[in-house]
Structure formats: C-alpha cells, structure tokens
C-alpha cells in the first residue's frame, strides 16, 4: 500500500494519496479557517469614579488585495459602557470587594486530560461523528464497533502481535453513550413537576381537570451558567450596557447591550439595590422564547411546546449562528380535551393558568439572583459578579396573546382599541393592568371588551422583580413582516384585487403569467427559485423571503401605481429593520417609509379589497423604531432563532427516536448534544480540534469584523481551457479578449497614452466562480454585518450555461447605485506580468435607464449596452477584479405581452432587452457609504453610460422598447459577440478636464476624434442640448424637493394636530380621574353618615330588644298562671262530670242541668281557646 501524505496543519489527522488531493484540502478546509480576521474586543475597564467608560473601536482589518495600496483608515466608532454596572472581573470565585487590574489574564484551566472522559481525540471524534453528525441508530453502532473489533482481531493475528488491542474505541452503543453522559461540561439535568388535581372536583368534572399534567424543564441557572463558560463565545460577547457612536457622532444600535432597555433596567438596579450591592457587577438580560411545534402531522399531529432560554449578552450574530447560544429550558404541557371544551373559556382560562404557573415554577431558581449577585465564569475566563434580569421574550402573535394576558385582536404593547388600532394610545405596562383589574375586576366583561385584557390571567412576570411582560415583548420579522404583512395580506390583497377589477377568468390568466414570470427570474446566490410559481400549499419563512425579493417585477405591469408605492414603501420598511446594524439615519428612514406605507395602503380600501387595517401584526409596524432603540438590531430577537432551533432540539432527536414515549428520548438526546457542544468549544478554545468547517453554501454569513469589499477567484483553476491569451479568446467566443487584457494591463502600469500596449506572455489560469464579501447590512450577515456570495461564471452549471450579473465600482465618491455599474461576468481568469498576479474579469457593460428609480417600482433599470444599433456589437472590457462590489440579481422588465410557456429561466438574461436591479437589500441600503469601496480600485466610466455629466440623453419610452423585449429563441447569439479594436479609457478623474473628448469618443470609437472636438460645431450643439436637459434635469429637481417639501410640511402638520389630539385626550383622561377621585371622597363621606345612622339603628334595636324580653318574661308568667287555671278547671271538668253521671237526672230541675252542661261546654272549649 502506498503511503499517505499526511496534512501539516496543527490539529488535522487527514492524510491523502495525492499532493494535488492535499492542496485542495488545505486550500479549502484551512484556508477558510485562518483567512478571515477576527478582532478580539477589549472588554471595557471603568475608572472608578468616572461618569462614563469610553473604548475605542479598532478598525476592522481590510482583506488582502493583490493589486491596489493598503486602504485608508476607517473613521474610529467609541462605546460609552454603563459607569455602575460595569461587568468588572474579579480576582477569585469568591468575591471580596477586589478587581483585577486591566489586562490580567485569567486564571489558568484545572489541570487533567482535555480529553476527558474520553480517552484520547480519537475516541471523541468518533463519538462526535455517530451521535452529533450521523445521527446513527443504536443497531448500526453496535454493527459498526463489531465490524471495527473484527478488524482489529484479524489485524492483531496477521501481524502476530500479543500486546496489541482487539478491541474498537467502544464496546457497544451503551459504552459510547456512558462516556457522553460523563462528560462534565455543558451538564444540565432535566427535571419534572406535575400540577396538582383538585380533589373536591365532582364526579362529572371534565376530564381535563382531573388530569396531572407533567411539565419538564432544567434549571436555568445553571443553563446561563454554562453559556456563560462557553469560550466560543470570547469574542461575541458584551459585559456591560453601552451606547454606540459611530465617527459622525450618531447612535448605533444592533445588539441587545447597545439598547435602551439594557442601560435603564441597569440603572433601575443601581438604585433599587444599591452600590453596596451591585456596583461593577455584569448584567445577564434573560431572553425567552416559546413556540408550538408539530413534529408529525401524517402519524398522530404530534406537537410539543418547547420554552427555550439566551442572554442578551452575546450579540444576535452568535444567537442566530446555531451556536448554542439559545438552549431548551423546558417543555410545557400542552392540555388537551373534547371538541365540545374548545371554546369553553374555563377550558381557556385553565390552560392560560397552567402555562404560566409553569413558566413563573421554571425560573423561580434565577429570583435570587435579580437582587443579590452571584459568581459566574465568563467567556474569556474571568469570573464575574453577575445580576439576572428578565429582558424579552420572542413569539409570534398567538403566543404574545398568551403570554401577555391580552384578548386576541388587540396589541400586546399599547392600548390602542382593537378597531382602530393605529389610533392614538398608550403603552401597557405591568402597573396600568394592576389598576385595570383593582378597578374593573369582576364587572362582567368590561376589562375584556374595553381594555383587551383578561382579569382571569397574571402574567408570569407579576412574580419577579422589575418583568413587565408587554415591555419585554419583542419584534418578530418572521411572522410579522415577511410572513405577516407580505405573504398573508399584500400579496393575497393584490390577488384579491385583481380578481374584482379582471373577474376570475382573466384573473386566472394573469395569475398563471405572473407565476410564469416568477419561475422565469435568472438564478442567484442564495435565492430560492420557483420553477412552478407561487402554486403550493406549505411556504416556509424562506420562500416568503424568496418571493419578496422578486415580487415587485412579475406584478409590476398588473397592478396599480398607488398599489406599487405601496409595495416598495414596504419593502424599503422590511430591508431597512433586517439591518445587523441601524443608526439615526436608519430609524428616521425606517419611520418615513412606514408613513408612505400607511399613505399608499389606502388603495386597497378604495378599491373594495379591504374594509380597515386593524390588524396586530400590521400594527406591529409602528412599534418597530421604539423596539429597536430598547432592543436593538430586530434580527437579534427573531422568531426565526426559535424556528431553526425547533430542528435541532425538538424535530431531529424526534426523528432519530423510536417514537414511543418520544419526549424522553428528545430530553436525553439534547442534553448529550450540548455535553458534546460545550467539551468542543474547550478542545477548539485550547486548540486541539479545529472548529466546525464553514458550510458549503454559495452565500452565508462571514464572521469578521468589518472590513472592506473583497472579491477573490476561486482557489482551483478550472482545466480544460488554452493557457495562452489569444487562443483562450478564440476558444469562450471572444477574440477581441487579448486587445482588451493589454488594454487593461496598460491602465493597470499607468502608461501614457502614447505609449504601445504591453504584450501578455504569461500562462493563463481561468476559473469558474470568485467569492465576493461584503458589508450586507439587510441579509444574513454575519457578526458585523459581513456576508460572502459565490459569483458564478461556468458554461456548464447543471447543464445549462451560468453567467452571473455583477456590481462594478466606478466613481466611489457618489452614494447608493450612482456610483455602480451593473455588467455580466462572460470570463474569469488572472495572468502574471513582471511578477506581479493580476485577478480580471471579462465583463459586458450594462447602460443605466434614465436618471434614477424607475418609480412605480422604486428600482432602478439597466440595460446591456452596445456599441451599434442592431446590438450585435457588445461593449466589452476586462476589469481588475477588486473593481467588482459583488453579485447583482437582474430580473427582466417582462412588458405587458404574456411570457412564453417555452421561455427558459437561463435564457432570460439573454432574450430580454430591459431590466430591473433587484433590491436585494444591497441597493437600498447604499453600503457604498459606509465607506466600504476601495478607492483605488474604480474602474474607467463606461464611455456610454447616460450618467455622464454631459450625456442626459432621454431614455426611450417603455412603450417602445416592448416590441424588442422577447426574440425569437432560433436568433440569440450564442458566444458570437466580437469586440472592437478600442483603448479603454482613463479613469473618470483624468477625464473631467477634457470630458467632449471622452462623449465624442464613446461614440465613434476613434483615436482622431480627440483632435476635432475643439471646433466640431456639431459637439458644441451636442454640449449645448446637453446643458438644457440639464437644466430641465435640475428644474424638475427642485419641483420634485418643493413636493417633498409640502409633503413633509403636511405630515408634520399632521403630526402636530396627532400629538394635540393625544395631549387632549390625556387631559381628558386625567380630569376624568379627578371627578372620578372626588366621587370616590363624596362616597366614602355618605357612607360614614350611613354608618352613623347604622350605629343608631343598632343602638334603637338593642332596646327593643331588652323590651322585647320583658315582654317575653311576662308572658311567660302569665302562661304560668293560666296554665294553673287550666289545671284547675280540667278537675273541675273531671268532677262535675261525675257528679252529672252519679246524680240522678230526675231529681235536677232543667235549669239546674242546662247551667251544668253549659259550664262543662266552657270548661271543654277553655284548653282550645288557651284561656
């Protein structure tokens, strides 16, 4: 067997067969590890006594540039850090009042193996690859370790060696996971508690009040604990609350300590805890989040509700990076019952109760610390005295609506009466509620039906100090804006419209083109396409990003012009609040295209789409500029970061379960991922392991500082292609490419113009694709808004022929797309001359169409420029590749004619005459002016572009321009441009002194025309024709700044008569108090004579009463002597009876014997009467 070459790179155990195989290896996995600076933040150190900490912030370092002189210096940005809680390390675990002085390391890690538990690197990878990266079964590790015992037996045989081992790394699955569990760091143990039945239910009680619900969580002090001993996180992390000025002096604000909300709860704590207490601690901002998830909807709908935990103090890039930054701390139980209990607002009320009793049970262990600091160990080793604060909780709407005790339908942040919610109101705070229920409460349905919120629900927050749930409520893009208010309502009311302005049947037919249109948008970079349209049930978070980012051109010619603004008005909102990094600028931008929003919605009222817009998540917009400030940058505290973790902590280790009894095998299987993670973070900390490769994607997020725009050829040249200049044009279509390269390598020498253009006699290297990075403040970008997109130039990318669009730099002095040209990347190649490498592009020039946005759409449109009219003559030129920004996505100007069922998305760049630069969130966000564009490296205006100062030409009209949109298919020229025999011109800076010269030579294309431009008349009238559109130019200007001037004067107007009507309402609001307070006084003084009057009454019933019992024991003793009597005359009775019986009747006279029976009748009748 031949022996391998093993890599040389520290830490890397991979060896290979060939040397070619090894320089790709390290090209690609070391490179992409070691080439990306990264700069370590000082951690601020107070001056005791001071009234602010101020840092400075180093400037990013600049990526490596062959050609161009070192970039200047950018402006430095300072940091006013909190002057009480300062996040101080102290000198031990156990805190004596004492701080290190700056600069100390921190104390050395315990001695031992680093390996530990295991037994070496081997047994940890392997461990590492089977539970983390494979996900394999319990069965195939017990085959795979036999197979590897095997091996090793039959080894041991051949070789004859007694002393050596037989055995694999583990001896089954159990041994494996034995050793996952020992493992010290990153531990959390997950608990249970089960709610408590009542027991004097009655028999009949619904079944869902007799069951004890399990709720199983970890402690999460211990899991802030343990992100806050993460070392990955050393140089993503943030001690103390601060204020971020850039180099102009404006505020900054993109992590969650450069907001409001941190520096005012650290002063909240300062004062309500004391110096004595806190002064120097570190504030830990708490950060919740919740969301249902359904793992299986085809077996049983199975759904859990995970409760996941982060501390503001590590920035959003690391939160949003999968970095273990955002940690399950529990799973709520999730109540179910009989259809008839949906509705049932018992039913509601019950698992209202049980979500919050949870929640408030969970993080009882974290109150102590949110009065009393408590020692921690930090990212860079220090120990710290930290104070715990309950800081935000991301959600989407229904989940706000549950955690806020708000009815559904109203705001959870303001007041604001759920039919007209864009109205004046107030906030919600924890205090105003108190007084809503101490006053309001048990009045029916006055608290819900007035103020929007349920009396039967105590938020969590009620229980810890300083929580106010409607304040830590934070913005949610995901559900609000992209999925929100774009995919579910703005696309659905552009639908809904054009079925009542077309009815269904010629709706139906723009329908199926529109979805033509989308499917046949060119490809780029990370952009998800859509090759059937728009014509399917589940969208993801992505496919509504997606669909943003092309919908404006496929329904640009369908909908209105107010209905466009509306549109663009939206996305300059979305792209603006996606920014990693906002400032006053930003904000006053971001409250500007919110108020064209609210202006340019009306359209769809009057067209009968939409009755109002009271919506919550809609509303959710006006709170965006005051979240920030309190927050930060919106994506930090994203309900796409509770998303993505759902796969890896509740969806995965579902999958990988045996789906019986699931949830404990998820619980097991998240606590193994994060022991792995964390004793990771240490070998990579130490360096014994690399890191995690960087994924293999043609866009993603770059973690470095900032840094200029860098684009680099890819590391691998392609084979195949002639390695001499001449050949290789002839071979790609283009035999004017070697006149083109000299002309540019006689720019790149700064030689006269006189002087005869330098041969190229080097090797020739092509490549098929270049990575670009860039400043992308609106994308997935990484720690300081960095991102990097693959630039694709190949004939063949999944058959099919991909020249990707690029941005060229060519005058760096204007902002925004003034200074770019858009041009389609035909070559990549470099060559070497005097020793020196030289990076190009070969590129076709795109003419800028009309002076600025196109404004139904808000972009700008380009076209491919030509040097002829039948353009068939392109215009060419070979740029230095640090000339390029990035890629561009071009999507055609479709026209008003249906597309062809036929038409190719590949082919669109080719048959389409006419296109709009795509807000990508690049254009908008004029990056150019955060001073990212090497100066050195612009290239030569294109001697055709309209922007040039003296070429105004009127662009064509639309109209014109759709009959040469679409060609046939049989007539696109396949590679058969020719380029003319032409020097490229100087740059821009050399062409103003003589700028006819430069127009009169982009015209003809020959030398002479520079000794006829002083007396060309023809010129002069050219120069003066260009004066006057000028002059118009500039006069529709100022109209243009009058009506933004009125607007902006009608607005503030507006504003001020908005503020009044709040002032007044206040007022209103506050004498209705007063009344309200003096008829409490005038109650309570009527209820005192009440009382009087009571006591009196009191008194009076007394006496009655002792009279009354007089009475009583009167009678009593005349019930005694009638009693007596009765006693008396019953013997009487008993007497004259005999006497009557024994006395003959013949002998009483009749007198005699009536008065005896009338007296034995009284004596008879006497007992009745009670006489």
Not at 9 to 35: E, W, Y
Not at 867 to 888: E, I
Not at 1028 to 1035: I, K
Request: hydrophobic share 35%.
């Amino acid at each position: 067997m031949a022996p391998k070459i093993p890599c040389s790179f520290p830490g890397c155990i991979r060896t290979f067969k060939k040397n070619g195989d090894l320089t790709k290896h390290v090209n690609r996995v070391h490179h992409a590890v070691s080439s990306i600076p990264v700069q370590a933040p000082n951690f601020p150190q107070p001056i005791d006594g001071s009234a602010f900490v101020f840092e400075q912030v180093p400037p990013a370092f600049p990526f490596p540039s062959p050609s161009p002189p070192p970039p200047p210096r950018l402006p430095q940005e300072e940091k006013k850090f909190h002057p009480y809680l300062t996040g101080k390390p102290s000198i031990d675990i156990c805190f004596k009042g004492n701080y290190l002085p700056p600069n100390t390391p921190p104390p050395p890690r315990s001695t031992g193996s680093p390996w530990s538990p295991f037994k070496g690197e081997a047994q940890f990878r392997l461990a590492d690859l089977l539970f983390r990266k494979v996900e394999m079964s319990q069965g195939n590790i017990d085959e795979l370790l036999d197979i590897w015992s095997l091996y090793e037996r039959q080894l041991t045989q051949a070789t004859g060696c007694d002393n050596c081992s037989s055995d694999g790394p583990f001896d089954n699955h159990k041994d494996l996971y034995s050793l996952i569990d020992n493992i010290v760091q990153g531990g959390a143990t997950w608990k249970c508690f089960q709610s408590v039945v009542d027991e004097s239910l009655p028999v009949n009680a619904p079944e869902w009040q007799k069951i004890s619900y399990q709720v199983w969580y970890r402690d999460p002090d211990t899991i802030i604990a343990n992100i806050l001993a993460n070392p990955e996180f050393r140089n993503d992390f943030d001690v103390a609350p601060y204020v971020h000025l850039d180099s102009a002096g404006k505020r900054n604000w993109a992590d969650f300590m450069s907001g409001n909300f941190a520096w005012r709860h650290a002063t909240q704590i300062y004062e309500d805890e004391g110096a004595a207490t806190v002064q120097g601690a570190m504030l830990v901002p708490v950060i919740l989040g919740a969301d249902k998830t359904t793992v299986s909807v085809a077996t049983g709908h199975v759904e859990y509700h995970p409760l996941y935990l982060s501390i503001g103090n590590v920035t959003n890039a690391s939160r949003r990076a999968h970095r273990n930054a955002v940690i399950p701390i529990g799973f709520l139980a999730i109540p179910k019952s009989d259809r008839k209990y949906d509705k049932d607002p018992n039913f509601r009320v019950f698992k209202k109760k049980l979500y919050h009793a949870s929640i408030a049970a969970i993080l009882q262990t974290l109150k102590p610390g949110m009065k009393t600091p408590v020692i921690r160990k930090c990212p860079d080793g220090h120990f710290r005295r930290v104070i715990y604060d309950l800081a935000a909780f991301i959600a989407d709407y229904p989940e706000q609506v549950y955690v806020s005790g708000v009815v559904q339908g109203w705001c959870c942040r303001c007041n604001a009466m759920f039919s007209d919610l864009d109205g004046a109101a107030d906030r919600r705070t924890r205090e105003l509620d108190k007084i809503l229920r101490e006053e309001y409460g048990g009045e029916g349905r006055t608290l819900w039906d007035n103020f929007g919120v349920d009396e039967h629900v105590t938020p969590f927050t009620e229980g810890f100090p300083r929580a106010d749930i409607h304040e830590m409520l934070s913005f949610d893009l995901l559900h609000q804006i992209i999925k929100g208010c774009f995919k579910d309502m703005l696309v659905d009311w552009s639908w809904e419209y054009l079925l009542l302005e077309h009815g269904e049947k010629r709706a139906n037919e723009i329908f199926d083109d529109i979805d033509r249109r989308l499917a046949a948008v060119p490809a780029f970079p990370g952009l998800r396409r859509f090759p059937h349209g728009r014509r399917f049930k589940q969208w993801t978070g992505n496919d509504s990003k997606a669909l943003m980012k092309i919908f404006l051109p496929a329904v640009a010619e369908y909908l209105p012009e107010e209905m466009m603004k509306c549109l663009s008005s939206f996305m300059d909102f979305c792209y603006l609040v996606r920014r990693s990094d906002i400032n006053e600028d930003t904000l006053k931008a971001i409250e500007s295209s919110l108020q064209a929003f609210h202006h340019y919605r009306e359209i769809f009222r009057a067209s009968g789409v939409r009755e109002h817009f009271s919506i919550p998540r809609m509303h959710s917009m006006v709170h965006y500029p005051l979240c920030i400030t309190d927050f930060g940058s919106p994506n930090g505290l994203c309900s796409s970061i509770t998303e993505s973790r759902h796969i890896t902590a509740v969806k995965k280790p579902w999958r990988r379960s045996n789906r019986y009894n699931a949830l404990s095998q998820i619980l097991l299987t998240n606590q193994r991922l994060d022991k792995l993670a964390a004793l990771r973070s240490m070998l990579v900390d130490d360096g014994f392991i690399l890191p995690l490769g960087l994924p293999n994607e043609d866009v993603g997020p770059v973690d470095s500082g900032r840094a200029q725009a860098d684009v680099k050829l890819a590391k691998t040249r392609e084979s195949g292609y002639p390695r001499f200049i001449a050949e290789l044009g002839e071979r790609v279509g283009h035999p004017g490419l070697e006149e083109l390269t000299r002309q540019f390598l006689h720019e790149q020498l700064n030689l006269s113009e006189d002087s005869d253009l330098p041969h190229i006699t080097s090797k020739i290297n092509v490549y098929h694709s270049a990575i670009a990075i860039f400043f992308a403040p609106s994308d997935r970008a990484g720690i300081r808004g960095m991102q990097q997109e693959r630039i694709r130039c190949t004939p063949s990318w999944y058959g099919v022929e991909r020249r990707d669009c690029v941005l060229a730099t060519v005058d760096e002095d204007k902002p925004g797309f003034q200074g770019l040209s858009a041009a389609r990347a035909l070559l990549l190649f470099s060559f070497r001359h005097e020793k020196k490498t030289y990076p190009c592009a070969l590129i076709h020039w795109f003419n800028t169409y009309g002076q600025r946005r196109d404004p139904k759409t808000g972009l700008w449109q380009v076209r491919p420029a030509f040097h002829d009219q039948a353009q068939r003559n392109p215009c060419l030129a070979v740029v230095h590749l640090d000339t390029l920004v990035r890629g561009v996505h071009l999507v055609p100007v479709y026209g008003s004619r249906s597309l062809p069922a036929e038409l190719k998305y590949y082919q669109s760049l080719d048959v389409f005459k006419l296109f709009y630069v795509n807000n990508l969130g690049f254009i908008r966000d004029e990056a150019l002016s955060h001073g990212l564009v090497k100066p050195s490296s612009s290239c030569p205006s294109p001697p055709f572009m309209e922007i040039l100062k003296i070429s105004t030409s009127s662009p064509t009209p639309l109209e014109e321009l759709e009959t040469q949109i679409v060609e046939p298919l049989s007539q696109i020229p396949r590679g058969t441009f020719n380029s003319p025999s032409r020097r490229v011109l100087k740059r821009e800076a050399d062409l103003e002194s003589d700028q006819a010269r430069v127009v009169k030579r982009a015209c003809s294309g020959h030398d002479s025309a520079k000794e006829n431009v002083g007396g060309s008349l023809e010129q002069a009238v050219k120069l003066k024709s260009s004066a006057e559109a000028m002059v118009e130019l500039l006069q529709a200007q100022v109209k243009y700044l009058e009506s933004m001037h009125t607007e902006y004067k009608k607005a503030t107007d507006e504003r001020v008569v908005h503020l009044t009507t709040r002032r007044n309402i206040y007022a209103g609001q506050s004498k209705k108090w007063e009344e309200k307070a003096k008829k409490l006084e005038e109650k309570v003084e009527e209820d005192a004579g009440k009382l009087d009057n009571l006591k009196e009454r009191l008194n009076e019933a007394n006496e009655a009463l002792k009279r009354s019992e007089a009475t009583v024991m009167e009678q009593e003793s005349r019930l005694k002597v009638q009693n007596e009597y009765m006693d008396n005359a019953n013997a009487l009775c008993h007497v004259t009876g005999q006497m009557l019986q024994n006395f003959p009747s013949h002998r009483l006279n009749k007198s005699v014997k009536a008065s005896l029976n009338k007296l034995n009748d009284a004596i008879q009748k006497a007992p009745k009467s009670g006489l």
